[in-house]
C-alpha cells in the first residue's frame, strides 16, 4: 500500500511568486493534515480536513496560505505571496478516522526555499 | 494548551556511546497519546513509537527504549551503543486521545553520532 506522497519534494522560489505543495493521502484515509517545520523550530500544526472539509485550520498564519481539498481525496496547499519566512519543510499527514488509536501517517516532506 | 519542550537543542556523542535524549510535556488531558518520530537528514519524518498515557510499561525495541514517568511528565528516548546512521533530528509530539488529534511536537533535538 502507498503511503503518504507530497509533491514537489524541494521548491524554490522567488519572494512574491507563488507556489503550490501537494498531498495524496493514504487511499481511504478521510482525515488529513499539514503541518509545517520553519527552520530551527518545532513542527507545527497548520489545519485539519475531514474528507474536503476544514475541520481546523486555527493553525495557518495568514491569508497568503489556502489549503483545499476538493472531492476529499488529494489536497493543496497555496502560498501566494509567497514570503521569505514561508520557508521550511512542510509536512502532510493523513489517518484513517478520527479518535480511538488512530494513528497519523506522515508524508515525506516539501521543502520550500523562498529566495 | 498542549506543550512538549526538549531541551536539548543539539547532542553529539561518539559513536557506541549511549544517549538519552530528554522529553517534556503538559497537557490537561488525563489521556493522551505520547510519540517519538525521526528526521534523518533525507528529510522525513519517520514514526518510532506510540506511547498511550495510560500505559506506563517502558518499552525496549532493540537498541531504542522508552522511560514514559507520568508523575514528572516525562517520555525520554535512549540510543543504546549508537551508531553513525542514528544522526538525525528527533521529535517527541504529543497528540489527545480521541477527537481530531492533531499533534503537537517539541523543537526536536539534533543528534550526530561521531565515528
Known amino acids: 500500500e502507498a503511503g503518504v506522497t507530497q509533491f514537489p519534494s524541494h521548491s524554490v522560489i522567488e519572494k512574491g511568486q507563488t507556489v503550490t505543495l501537494r498531498c495524496d493521502p493514504i487511499?481511504?484515509?478521510?482525515?488529513l493534515y499539514w503541518y509545517r517545520r520553519v527552520m530551527g523550530k518545532e513542527i507545527k500544526f497548520l489545519l485539519h480536513?475531514?474528507?474536503?472539509?476544514?475541520?481546523?485550520e486555527s493553525g495557518m498564519p495568514n491569508n497568503r496560505f489556502l489549503a483545499e481539498r476538493t472531492g476529499g481525496t488529494y489536497s493543496t496547499l497555496k502560498v501566494q505571496p509567497a514570503e521569505l519566512e514561508d520557508s521550511g519543510v512542510y509536512f502532510c499527514?493523513?489517518?484513517?478516522?478520527?479518535?480511538?488509536?488512530?494513528?497519523?501517517?506522515f508524508g515525506p516532506g516539501t521543502r520550500l526555499t523562498v529566495l | 494548551a498542549q506543550k512538549v519542550t526538549q531541551a536539548q537543542t543539539e547532542i553529539s556523542v561518539v559513536e557506541k556511546e549511549d544517549v538519552t535524549l530528554d522529553c517534556v510535556y503538559e497537557?490537561?488531558?488525563?489521556?493522551?497519546?505520547l510519540f517519538w518520530y525521526k528526521q534523518p537528514p533525507s528529510g522525513e519524518l519517520v514514526f518510532l513509537i506510540r506511547?498511550?498515557?495510560?500505559?506506563?510499561q517502558n518499552e525496549i525495541s532493540g537498541r531504542y527504549s522508552w522511560n514514559f514517568q507520568k508523575s514528572t511528565s516525562s517520555f525520554n528516548f535512549t540510543i543504546t551503543a549508537s551508531q553513525v546512521v542514528d544522526s538525525a533530528v528527533y521529535f517527541c509530539?504529543?497528540?489527545?486521545?480521541?477527537?481530531?488529534?492533531?499533534?503537537?511536537f517539541g523543537t526536536g533535538t539534533k543528534l550526530q553520532v561521531i565515528p
Open positions: 499527514a493523513s489517518s484513517i478516522q478520527t479518535g480511538g488509536s488512530n494513528e497519523q501517517f
Open positions: 487511499s481511504g484515509h478521510d482525515n
Open positions: 480536513f475531514v474528507k474536503e472539509s476544514k475541520q481546523d
Open positions: 497537557t490537561r488531558d488525563t489521556t493522551y497519546y
Open positions: 506511547r498511550n498515557s495510560f500505559d506506563e
Open positions: 509530539a504529543l497528540s489527545e486521545f480521541g477527537g481530531y488529534q492533531k499533534v503537537t
